[in-house]
């Protein structure tokens, strides 16, 4: 598995409250599973289950996924419902926190997550609700793009998903928090530098001094 997806993963754990009920996209945002405390914090997810947990390839049971059709195990007091009482969840602003996937992310905190254009890509899902109901959105995505372009832009060129800020972005270089108009870099991620951080991103942003003492050490 590729380190920086683990990475980013286990850093997104670390934004999470006890107790809260959290909702997880495809990609890295599924990783965060395996790191989380189900004894702490309850799992949703949009096709109809609260109280999902992690699975063993032995257990895994071929009628029981998550949204992304991927294998989900039952956690104690999990509970299933429709899919429409899953989005009434969600849109009745049940939701503690959701972390989403990305594509691009501009300096306004909106993200572009379900289309690239010219491309046949899986719809939007689950993402726009998620984005205007869920009370807290943490971002998980690569730095870059696989050409190598910032996904942290100054404006997204992919169609926006709602005009919803995200309130966190964690990338395997850098953590980002909103901050009233804008995101402050608060974290470099691994052994990553500040100069990494700046070639990699076209977003304005400011820098916290907590950054400028991580890169004295």
């Not at 289950?49 to 991927?70: C, F, Q, R, W, Y």
């Not at 306004?108 to 289309?115: C, E, L, S, T």
């Not at 730095?143 to 996904?151: C, I, M």
């Not at 700046?198 to 907590?210: D, G, H």
Request: negative net charge; glycine residues 8%; charged residues 20%.
């Amino acid at each position: 598995m590729d380190n920086s997806r683990e990475l980013i993963a286990k850093r997104a754990v670390q934004e999470l409250t006890p107790h809260s009920i959290i909702n997880l996209g495809i990609g890295i945002p599924t990783l965060v599973a395996d790191y989380i405390d189900d004894t702490q914090h309850i799992l949703h997810t949009e096709n109809g289950m609260l109280g999902v947990t992690s699975v063993e390839e032995k257990d895994i049971d071929p009628l029981i996924v998550n949204a992304g059709k991927l294998p989900v195990g039952e956690a104690v007091g999990a509970s299933y419902f429709s899919s429409a009482d899953s989005f009434g969840m969600i849109r009745g602003g049940h939701i503690d926190v959701a972390i989403l996937g990305a594509l691009q992310i501009d300096a306004k905190g909106r993200i572009a997550n379900w289309a690239i254009p010219g491309k046949d890509i899986i719809g939007v899902g689950g993402a726009m609700d998620l984005l205007e109901g869920a009370k807290k959105i943490i971002i998980t995505t690569n730095h870059t793009a696989n050409d190598g372009s910032p996904k942290f832009v100054d404006t997204c060129t992919f169609p926006i998903t709602s005009e919803r800020v995200a309130d966190t972005i964690i990338t395997e270089l850098a953590v980002f928090q909103w901050r009233d108009d804008h995101y402050e870099l608060v974290e470099l991620m691994g052994n990553s530098t500040l100069e990494e951080v700046q070639a990699n991103t076209t977003a304005a942003y400011t820098i916290s001094e907590q950054v400028f003492q991580q890169e004295k050490v």
